[in-house]
């Protein structure tokens, strides 16, 4: 199973390095990436919760900084911008740059959670 937040690090990816060629304009780059701001953030609390029920301390832990870091990302938009991803400020200080980094360190975390999920779901196959 892929995880939301993978395909979404993924999409972002491709839509800033559309944006930071010149395929594609700002504003029509932030609606987009603006959309998946708020699927992102439920499916990372979801399974964060779900790991929490589940009593998987270890991936809880793992995946407890991340919802953190994405709530903290939606609340902090300034007022008046469109979204975490804003058209006039998205070249402005080197936003577009550090919107790369980051979607670059989510999608390295989620293959490393992919990993650490399969090897648990080998392993509780294995032991039963």
């Not at 919760?49 to 953190?68: C, E, G, T």
């Not at 804003?86 to 360190?105: A, V």
Request: overall charge neutral.
């Amino acid at each position: 199973m892929i995880s939301p937040g993978a395909v979404a690090a993924g999409r972002l990816i491709i839509t800033l390095s559309d944006l930071e060629c010149d395929y594609i304009n700002a504003r029509a780059c932030c609606s987009k990436l603006n959309k998946w701001v708020i699927p992102e953030i439920v499916g990372q609390c979801l399974s964060t919760v779900l790991m929490l029920v589940s009593m998987h301390w270890f991936i809880f832990l793992l995946n407890l900084p991340v919802a953190a870091w994405d709530i903290y990302r939606s609340i902090k938009v300034p007022m008046g911008n469109m979204g975490v991803f804003d058209p006039t400020e998205i070249h402005n200080r080197g936003q577009l740059k550090s919107h790369m980094k980051e979607s670059m360190i989510k999608l390295g975390y989620h293959l490393l959670c992919f990993f650490i999920y399969l090897y648990s779901m080998i392993l509780a196959l294995i032991n039963d």
